[in-house]
């Protein structure tokens, strides 16, 4: 808009000559709204029993598994997990503290955007799997003072959200080896010998007997007999 003011009375007032000399645009004034994108991650935890070795980095896989999303939008996977042709399943692995981290997640519209998360058995010898499954809700909503969307995650046990809510996601291991049997081919042997002093000595079987004892084993394992 322009405005054109003039002091066409002559009496030391000016006043308004036209209030629209030209004009651009609507005559409204629009604004628009667009909230940053919310932003969460997600942890677990690994723990293992039994293994004298202890717990080492990559030795088990976590899979998430997007679920659904607010219609219109999709229920991306986080930045830290390793996919394949399948867009919706991501899986990551444990470090050596047990931690497990599924990365950042990104949400752009509000809305409820459900995840699920279980381990993956790989049926390594003397190990026992966790077949929990955890549901992960992020429950997204528009926060105006800050012009950001927040996510809000919550955990539940199962397949659904009829499960107890927890506070975290924990996956608990064993390791025990399996009874080593000794084979049957597996022998001792020794020699005895007599030494003549007198001589007219001859040795014959049965003569002798010998004793095999156990003096140590394994703690918590009894030496064969």
């Known amino acids: 808009y322009r405005v054109e003011v003039a002091d066409e009375s002559q009496d030391g007032n000016l006043e308004i000559t036209s209030s629209i000399i030209g004009q651009t645009g609507s005559s409204d004034f629009v604004n628009t709204y667009e909230p940053k994108n919310a932003t969460s991650s997600l942890m677990a935890t690994k723990t293992l029993n039994g293994s004298s070795k202890g717990l080492e980095a990559g030795a088990f896989t976590f899979q998430i598994k997007s679920i659904s999303a607010p219609q219109g939008s999709t229920a991306n996977l986080p930045t830290g997990v390793t996919?394949?042709?399948?867009?919706?399943?991501?899986?990551?692995?444990?470090?050596t503290d047990g931690v497990i981290s599924f990365g950042q997640f990104s949400f752009d519209a509000?809305?409820?955007?459900r995840y699920q998360v279980t381990e993956i058995n790989e049926g390594k010898g003397g190990y026992s799997y966790d077949g929990a499954i955890?549901?992960?809700?992020?429950?997204?909503?528009?926060?105006p003072e800050t012009g950001s969307l927040v996510a809000t995650p919550t955990i539940y046990q199962g397949k659904d959200t009829t499960g107890a809510i927890v506070d975290a996601i924990t996956f608990a291991n064993g390791y025990q080896p399996a009874s080593v049997t000794t084979p049957t081919n597996a022998t001792f042997s020794g020699t005895k010998s007599v030494t003549e002093?007198?001589?007219g000595f001859t040795l014959e079987a049965g003569q002798f007997s010998f004793t095999m004892t156990s003096t140590s084993a394994p703690d918590g394992v009894g030496a064969p007999a």
Do not use: C, I, L, P
């Not at 509000?110 to 955007?113: K, Q, V």
């Not at 955890?134 to 926060?143: A, R």
């Open 83 to 95: 996919s394949g042709d399948d867009a919706t399943v991501g899986t990551v692995t444990n470090d």
């Open 197 to 199: 002093e007198h001589g």
């Open 110 to 113: 509000e809305g409820e955007y």
């Open 134 to 143: 955890y549901t992960v809700v992020f429950t997204v909503s528009d926060d």
